[in-house]
């Protein structure tokens, strides 16, 4: 079915446009330009939809139940969180992880966030040994994602030593069978796309990354990564290798346009230096690496190299993507005590390049996937804005609940009720 859209705004990351028809057909994009007929949306504004590059979906089961100090972990941070997190993970099976995942997507698209990628590292049973599907697991999250409504790439991911038994792979040939057969169980579902991914330099082994890089290569499939998250993680890896973590990803031919690191907390100038010379991207987790301690990513050093940026909600402690972009900008500011930091070249704000961030793209364009997201401009947080200033609003003052509406494929998959739930 065919059908115009005509917002009284149409957002993209430089600004709004009025009198717009966007128009849908067989999920994509076909058109964007001055139309009068079609179907108004009246006091709406129309953006492209939210990515949200990096998620544990089942972590969103932890929200609110560790913000308090265990007697026996006095000193609270990273490693004491992860321990509860592995408690959460020892119980799920296949129906739970199902529902958990489900609510977590479906908090997504309530938020704005049309697609998600998945870093799933719960593969097997709590003792280690597989599932009769050794990807059962995964296929729930997946099953999840459709539940929903939310555009997935999956990422199986590879475990080695380390964390749970049900993490872990017993070889690598092992792990890229399962890939292989989850790529094919993937093929006929629309929403789905199946990547893979490495835990990090402490669960993998150099001979496995090696075997992962070039196997994601061959394949022409995303690779992530998490990398340079934690002060620890980098001193293990120094002392193991003798090279911090990017620069072992950067020997076993792990980078590459098609790798994403996740973090890159950490990084020094020499690691950021590689990332931006293999045309390696980066997802920075702003709330959730706040709230564990993690410390700040070097944003106006990734800026500054050209480094493509997205974010992720990861732990889920909070699902917002205005948020999430807002936190880059915030934290840039802090530590170098000015103001507008992340501003690229031959812009004069940073609102730009983080709305570019948070979509992947610039703006609604003819040939993209109809994933779409309706801001309500009735909103208190929006009322008396000029129009030139809403996508700064968007990022520095307002929040999820400005999104009244959220379509995926051209389907709507999220409208407030009509309490406003
Ligand atoms: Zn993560």
Redesign the pocket.
Known sequence: MRRTLIPDLVLDANGARDDIGVTIEAGRIQEVGPATEGERLRAKALAPGFLNN?S?AFQRALRGAVERIEPSHPNDDFWTWRERMYALARGLDPDSIREVSRRCYEEMLSAGYTSVTE?HYVHHRPDGTPYQDPNALAKSVALAAEDAGIRLLLLPVAYARGGLPRFRDPSVLAFLQRVDDLRKWSEWRPLVEVGVAAHSVRAVPQGWLEEIGDYARREGLSLHI?ADEQGREIEECLSEHGVRPVELLAQTRSLGPHTTV??ATHADGQELDLLAEHGTSVCA?PT?EGNLGDGFLPAAEILGRGIRLSV?S??HVRIDPFEELREIETNARRLSGRRNVLVAEDETSPTPYLLRAGWGRVGIEPGDPADLVEIDLSHPALADVAAENLPSVLVFGSGSGVVVGTSVDGRNVYAPDETGG
């Open positions: 990096h544990h870093f998490h996740v973090h987790c959730t992720g990861d732990s």
